[in-house]
């Protein structure tokens, strides 16, 4: 390998990190990781999140404003209605994993 193609490699390398980072410090915020877990499962509204969840409007907009401005999910209207769902396929790979390591009664033994 040439020093001009290490530099790229390294390049996407930092690329990718840099997008992973991102991902990360998103799901660093319990509610947002909540959110996204139940998105998981299939589309919701707004007021399914919120009863579900039990997370206040402000601080579920406010949640749900910053998975979309990150591209993690995607909105859908319907009259009045605001539907959510997972935008990006690999966060569903990511949540998978979690919910294998960290979530009850996943353990085996």
């Known amino acids: ?9 390294m ?3 930092r690329d990718a990190a840099g997008k992973a980072a991102s991902v990360l410090r ?8 909540l959110l996204l877990c139940q998105l998981s499962q299939g589309e919701r509204s ?5 009863e579900i969840l039990g ?14 401005s990150e591209g993690l ?3 859908r ?3 009045k209605r605001i539907f959510y769902s997972i935008a990006e396929p690999k ?13 009850p009664g996943t353990e085996e033994g």
Do not use: F, K
């Not at 390998?1 to 490699?9: G, I, P, R, S």
């Open 91 to 103: 966060i569903l790979v990511l949540l998978g994993t979690l919910y294998e390591l960290y979530c």
């Open 46 to 50: 707004v007021g399914e999140l919120e």
């Open 11 to 13: 390049q996407l390398m």
């Open 77 to 79: 209207r319907d009259g």
């Open 55 to 68: 997370l206040n409007q402000p601080s579920l907009s406010q949640q749900l404003g910053v998975l979309r």
């Open 26 to 33: 998103t799901l660093g915020n319990p509610d947002r990781l």
């Open 73 to 75: 999910v995607q909105t």
């Open 1 to 9: 390998m040439n020093e001009t193609q290490a530099d790229l490699d």
